[in-house]
């Protein structure tokens, strides 16, 4: 049972456009998410984060925005640039006590020159 | 760089094999998890160890075991290995092990079943 899912295999945007990479959750206990980052032959990054209490929380480039009634979270990366082509993972975790973290299985974002 | 060692970076080896992947945490980091990456899959839970002590358990295989050792470095052992258990192992740490931290990772191990 996947309770995180990214439907979204992968994603291709122009330099300079913005890219939105989405995410659902099942479980309702979920109230604190992440996106990790991840490029060939390396380990997932941190990226952002936000917690339930929260609709969106943003960091330069990148936003993060949370829809609980709809259990949809999205990242938004503006402008998007080459370098940003990765792998990008969703996670989610019910809070401080509940120590496991769910990830989806990634969305490839090609970000073409 | 994370901070976060893992070795071996690659492991071929035979079904029905045991094999052990090492991971050292970033110093300071308290907390060490493992976690699974097969093809066309999302990161899988394994395990995570806090100071030397089992916290939490994922979807581990009853073949796999896991510790974590006084000077907090970990180890992942893997036995009886099937060709299904070819994937991407990761190992992160974190300070505290709480829900809502941010994971180190390392660059994983590489684990090939043939």
């Known amino acids: 049972d996947q309770q995180v899912k990214q439907n979204s295999p992968s994603l291709s945007v122009q330099e300079g456009r913005i890219s939105i990479l989405n995410c659902d959750y099942t479980?309702?206990?979920?109230?604190?998410f992440l996106w990790y980052k991840k490029y060939p032959a390396e380990g997932p990054t941190f990226l952002i984060s936000?917690?339930?209490?929260?609709d969106k929380n943003e960091d330069g480039r990148f936003t993060v925005f949370l829809n609980k009634s709809a259990k949809h979270l999205s990242l938004h990366i503006v402008p998007s640039q080459p370098g940003d082509s990765a792998v990008y993972f969703c996670?989610?975790?019910?809070?401080?006590?509940?120590?496991?973290?769910?990830f989806g299985k990634g969305t490839l974002l090609t970000v073409n020159p | 760089d994370s901070g976060v060692t893992q070795t071996p970076k690659h492991l071929i080896t035979a079904t029905g094999q045991r094999v052990t992947l090492r991971c050292s945490p970033r110093s300071g980091d308290l907390s060490v998890y493992w976690y699974q990456q097969s093809l066309d899959q999302g990161l899988q839970f394994l395990i995570q160890y806090y100071n030397g002590e089992e916290r939490a358990k994922g979807n581990i295989l009853e073949r796999f075991s896991a510790q974590q050792f006084p000077d907090l470095h970990s180890e992942l052992n893997l036995s009886s290995l099937e060709l299904g258990d070819s994937a991407l192992y990761f190992c992160a740490s974190s300070v505290g092990g709480t829900g809502i931290e941010k994971l180190f990772f390392g660059s994983g191990t590489q684990l090939s079943v043939l």
């Open positions: 479980n309702s206990m979920f109230d604190y």
């Open positions: 996670a989610a975790s019910s809070g401080g006590s509940n120590y496991k973290l769910t």
């Open positions: 936000i917690s339930s209490i929260k």
